[in-house]
Structures are given as structure tokens and as C-alpha cells.
């Protein structure tokens, strides 16, 4: 049979109390029981009961994490600085997924609610009233790459808009007047700002130029898309800029197919600085956008708020991102047309 605490309670010759207040770290138990009872639960070999800890201090040793997808590389970027912090922390992690759905993120807010001691939100969905509406007073959350500013949680993002502004200068400065851009999910906060920022650097870097945008939805799938568009055009651009690094990956393989040759025929960036974006061929002219750093600063907050929910005051930081220049991008040849 297992062993349980009134047993070491029982060989240590102590109360079920402090044998509690032993394994809990409690100050008042003596230094001489505090040895006794630890010796005894070596004996014995007791393992405690996490759901008995957590009713004593009312604390799980969990936090959740909703993101609005689970695949892709930027998302196991994300989910790896969290659990890094989270483990530096003795903190276990749940993570769950909305796929972009509103109703899927309620429920999987109002899931996590009591068995978590505190949450991360990434979601397309998130505004004052949802938070409102799906999480609890006490439940301390921080907010990553959301719409919602200001209010009584933490936030981090990523500088979407300066790190797209950044992307479209350096194809400038190469020489290139006809930039396209692969635009993310329409609702998507990273894609809206990203796009914002394209515009803003056309404006003030290219006044008068045309903006040239195509949909795509952050997939490799869309970037293929896209970049067979692009192969279509009567008048082709002299660069692409992916909105993320997939969709730049998937553009690649469409001008590759189409035997246009990257960077002499045509520039190619993305955004994200994934870990495969070094190691396509060519190597990917990226915005880095500091994704891990990203998770392990939310997480790092949220532990904090946690253990000392008084002393904490929200605060909402952006992350600067960096232009990472590898051999996707070079001056353009000369003006392009449709033939090969």
C-alpha cells in the first residue's frame, strides 16, 4: 500500500500537522523535527500529494498558456522560451490552442481557470471585454503580441511595425522601387502591424510608389501562393517581403520552380528568424524577432505576479527587432519583365 502522511506522522512520532508544515516549508517547525520528519519521509520513501499541496496552499505550480496555434516553428519557439523560464522556476506547463477561433479561446480560458495558478494569452481574439468576460479577478495573466494596452495585465510584443519599416529600408537601400509584400492573417495582430509598417516605410522612403500586396495566412502553403502570383505578372516586383519566414520559405520553392533564381533574378525577406530560415538555400534576409525571449520574459512576469501579486504593477514592454541580412537580397539586376 502507498504510503501516506499520518504513516510518517506515525514513525516520527508527530502530528499529521507538522509533518504538513514540515513538508511545506513552514518557519515554526524547530530544526530537530524538521530532520526527523525529512528522515522518515527518506525512509519511507512519501511522495506528497500534489493535489493535497495545492488544497493546503491553494497554489497548483502550473500556469497555462493559450497561443493561437501549436505548429510552425515560430510557435515552438515560443513554447520553448515559456517552458525554459517555467522550468527555471519549478512551474509546470499547460498549453492549449484557440486555432483562431474565438469560441475554442473562451473555453479554453474558462478550462484553464482554477487549475492553473496564473495564464500567458496570445490571441487574435483578446480585447478588455474578453479578458473580462472568460478570466477570473484573481487570476493573474500577461498578454503576448495582443491589441489590448494599458489595464491591469502585463504585456510583451515584438516591434512588428519598426522591425517591417527596417526590412522595407534595407530593400531600398539596395536599390529596389517595386517592393511586393505577402501579408498575414487579416486578423492577426503581428500581420496587421507588420503590414502598417510596410506601408509607413513606402511612404516615407518611396513617396508616390504603389503598395503592392498579396493575401497569405502565415502558411509555407500561402507563401507558394504568393510567389506563383508573383512568377504570373506581367511586371514583376523587384523584391518580395514575407510577412513571416514560412510564407517566404513557400514563395522560394514557387520562384525556384519557376527557375527564377534568388537573389539574381529576385530579392526575398521574411520575419521571424526561425531556425530553418539560416539554412534554406539561399540563406533568408529576416527581421529577428526574438521569440523566445519573447516567452521566457512573459513567463518570468507572470511567475513574479504570482508570487507577489501586490508588489507587481503592470507593465507592457516591446521587444526591438533586428534586420538580419544573409544572401536573399542583393541590388536587382535590372528591371524585371515576364521573360525568363
Known sequence: MAVTIKDVARVAGVSVATVSRTLNGHSNVTEHTRSLVLGVVEQLRFVPSSAAQSMITRRTHTVGALLPDLHGEYFSELIRGIDLAARARGLHLLVSSSHGDAAEAAAALRAMNGRVDGLLVMSPHVNADFLWGNISDDLPAVLMNTRVAGGK???????????????????????????????????????????????AALADLLPGSSEHVLQGDFTQESGF???????????????????NDMMAIGCLS???????????????????????????????TTVRARITELG?????????????????????????????????????????????
Do not use: K
Open 153 to 199: 495585465h502585463s504585456s510583451f510584443a515584438v516591434d512588428n511595425h519598426g522591425g517591417a519599416y527596417a526590412m522595407v529600408r534595407h530593400l531600398v537601400e539596395r536599390g529596389h522601387r517595386d517592393i511586393a509584400f505577402v501579408a498575414g492573417p487579416e486578423s492577426n495582430f503581428e500581420a496587421h502591424e507588420r503590414l502598417l509598417g510596410y506601408r
Open 225 to 243: 501562393r504568393a510567389g506563383s502570383q508573383v512568377v504570373a505578372l506581367t511586371q514583376r516586383p523587384s523584391a518580395v517581403f514575407a510577412s
Open 254 to 284: 514557387a520562384l525556384n520552380e519557376a527557375g527564377l533564381q534568388v537573389p539574381h533574378d529576385i530579392s526575398l525577406a521574411g520575419f521571424d528568424d526561425v531556425p530553418v530560415s539560416r539554412y534554406v538555400n539561399p540563406s533568408l
Open 296 to 340: 521566457g520574459l512573459a513567463l518570468e512576469r507572470l511567475a513574479s505576479t504570482i508570487e507577489e501579486p501586490d508588489r507587481i504593477t503592470p507593465s507592457h514592454q516591446t521587444l526591438r527587432a533586428d534586420l538580419i541580412v544573409r544572401q536573399s537580397t542583393a541590388t536587382p539586376a535590372a528591371p524585371r519583365g515576364n521573360s525568363s
